[in-house]
């Protein structure tokens, strides 16, 4: 080999060594850039992952707000369903309905109810009592008639009403409103006091006497009414004492409502 070809040689053994650096170099890069690709394309998929495990929570979200949105109707439904139910109840409007005996406990329970409405209300109290009794103690019943006759002085307005039946003392209580009506089918039974005596003849004398006095005050009960009728001309056959006395010496006197109305009893028919 000649002086002249061992540069050439040199020069080509350097070049070639070059390109394999450069050749190295390039593949480092597409490794490099491969590398770099599969990262982006995996962090990608990792997004990809966030965002539907996010998409998903808040789809759990909406469901549940929608369920505790749903609930919460169904709650306020039932809210209002029972203030509804509360505010219809006789409470809320002043009616008492009467379908007990005639007892201490059933007359302290209306005049409990009574003094509820008189003491809580500011203005005076229209109250309706409906009786649906067949009567029973009459000095208990004369105490609820005395106080529905303190409200009324009070200007209280007391509606008392009968439906079925307002037999004896309830039929007498009947008469303590301001304005007295009964249902279209409703009877009342109007009869004497009854009483058995035992004992010596001057105490049997003695109840007797005082009987007497009781029932001279019923009738005086009735006759109040009936005259209040007539004061409103609705009475067509207004009842006298002698009438009241004569018609309840029978067992049982029922009257209905067609005549308590003509008879005075009673204001109106419902």
């Known amino acids: 080999m000649s002086g002249e070809d061992r540069p050439n040689i040199v020069q080509s053994e350097e070049q070639r060594q070059k390109l394999l ?3 190295r170099k390039i593949e480092v890069d597409i490794q490099l850039a491969q590398a770099k690709a599969l990262f982006e394309e995996k962090k990608a998929e990792a997004e990809i992952r966030k965002l539907d495990v996010e998409t998903a929570k808040l789809e759990l979200e909406r469901e549940a707000t929608a369920q505790n949105v749903s609930a919460g109707l169904i709650n306020l439904n039932q809210m209002q369903r029972q203030e509804e ?8 409007h002043k ?5 007990d005996d005639v007892t201490e406990k059933s007359i ?5 109810r009574l003094a509820y409405w008189r003491r809580t209300t500011k203005d005076l109290c229209d109250i309706t009592i409906v009786f649906s009794s067949p009567g029973g103690s009459l000095f208990d019943g004369l105490v609820l008639f005395d106080y529905i006759q303190e409200m009324k002085t009070e200007g209280h307005h007391i509606t008392t009403g009968a439906l079925g039946m307002a037999a004896s003392m309830a039929g007498i209580l009947l008469q303590a409103g301001t304005t007295r009506y009964m249902g279209k089918e409703a009877w009342m039974l109007i009869h004497e006091i009854s009483s058995i005596a035992w004992g010596k003849s001057s105490a049997i004398e003695d109840e007797a006497a005082f009987l007497k006095r009781i029932q001279s005050r019923i009738v005086d009960i009735f006759m109040h009414g009936v005259e209040q009728a007539k004061t409103n001309r609705t009475a067509t056959s207004p009842l006298t004492r002698k009438k009241i006395e004569e018609g309840w010496k ?4 029922w009257v209905d409502a067609d005549q308590a109305l003509k008879y005075g009893l009673i204001d109106t028919i419902r």
């Open 250 to 253: 029978r067992k049982d006197w």
């Open 85 to 92: 139910a509360a505010l219809a109840a006789d409470i809320f």
């Open 21 to 23: 650096v450069e050749a």
């Open 95 to 99: 009616f008492y309905h009467f379908t």
């Open 108 to 112: 302290k329970a209306c005049m409990d």
